[in-house]
């Protein structure tokens, strides 16, 4: 197999044609998909939540649905149903949206919490069942989530258990004056998306995700990693911490960034770079905090600032009292 970190920069790059200045969010995404993630992108309208879904689908030569959630949106209409066929005397499986490679799960939180849960199964077992039926997915398997977090009227948010089955929580964000320049000239003619290219291919996809599982984690980051999810559980703000789902999410995609960045061993840094992103959705600050304007970014980052780092060296009146006598 050809080596991954260039396989992933032809995908990073054939993205970035459609999303203008978002590196950071396009290799977060990618990140995911390497790790057999799902994501959960929470930004306002027209921001590029659907392209880049659509992008990734077409970049890694993936199958891709979406699905449209609505209030009146049932789960058959989500996973598929078993119809009674006269010509063969039996009932045959109509696979719904959900049975695809990368399914992209539109305004999730407009669907009523009945049809949320048909995701569930799906995101986790990768599977679906239906009259007793289990179906599996295809692989590579993600499910990219959208969510406006500004239009309460009409939605109903995601319960904890399904927020803490998405690996990850990206936020795209408004572009700077001199991208939204490049967007519509790129735009001008037709939408980039349209002549997009498959740089690879599902097989290729399946061998570095199973590289990724190989990257080396040493005891030391991995009981960094726990100390920093106990952190969440330990703080004075928080009134649920993450749970060993996040240890995993952490450990999982740091071995990921590793890769991309030509290593066979996890750094500290980047537990740092990734705690936020996996760790953020995964914890409830407590209504005495919340009232204060405390978030979740100030907490995982206060979080990291106590703990100290693996393999770094006492200074100071610490370092004199370790100091052999």
């Known amino acids: 197999m050809e080596d991954p970190k260039i396989i992933a920069e032809r995908i990073m790059a054939n993205v970035e044609k459609t999303i203008i200045g978002k590196g950071t969010e396009v290799r977060l995404a990618l990140i995911a998909l390497l790790c057999q993630g799902h994501v959960l992108i929470e930004d306002v309208p027209g921001v590029g939540k659907t392209i880049l879904a659509r992008s990734l689908a077409v970049s890694t030569g993936c199958s891709f649905r979406r699905i449209q959630f609505t209030p009146d949106l049932l789960p058959s209409d989500v996973s598929g149903v078993s119809i009674y066929s006269q010509k063969t005397g039996d009932f045959e499986f109509r696979p719904g949206p959900i049975v695809a490679q990368i399914v992209l799960a539109d305004e999730i939180n407009r669907a009523t919490p009945k049809t949320q849960s048909s995701l569930l199964e799906a995101m986790e077992e990768r599977q ?18 959208t969510q406006n977090p500004i239009e309460y009227e009409g939605t109903f948010p995601l319960p904890e258990a399904q927020l803490d089955r998405f690996l990850m929580r990206i936020h795209l964000g408004y572009p700077n004056a001199a991208e939204e320049v490049l967007i519509m000239e790129g735009q001008q003619r037709q939408h980039p998306i349209e002549s997009l290219d498959r740089v690879t291919d599902a097989e290729e996809l399946l061998g570095i995700q199973g590289a990724v599982k190989d990257v080396y984690v040493d005891p030391l ?4 990693i726990v100390n920093v999810v106990d952190a969440t559980r330990r703080h004075g703000s928080v009134y649920l911490g993450a749970s060993p789902r ?15 960045d030509t290593r066979d061993f996890v750094l500290p840094d980047d537990i740092k770079e990734l705690a936020y992103t996996t760790l953020g959705h995964r914890i409830i600050i407590s209504p005495s905090a919340r009232v ?3 978030t979740a970014k100030e907490i995982i980052e206060n979080c990291l600032d106590r703990l100290p780092v693996p393999g770094a060296r006492p200074h100071g009146a610490v370092a004199e009292r370790a100091a052999p006598r």
């Open 246 to 260: 996040g240890s995993l999410a952490l450990y999982r995609t740091a071995q990921a960034r590793a890769l991309l």
């Open 221 to 224: 980051i991995k009981q960094y």
């Open 128 to 145: 679906v069942t239906i009259d007793g039926v289990t179906h599996r997915l295809p692989q590579p398997f993600m499910v990219l989530a």
């Open 292 to 294: 204060k304007n405390v």
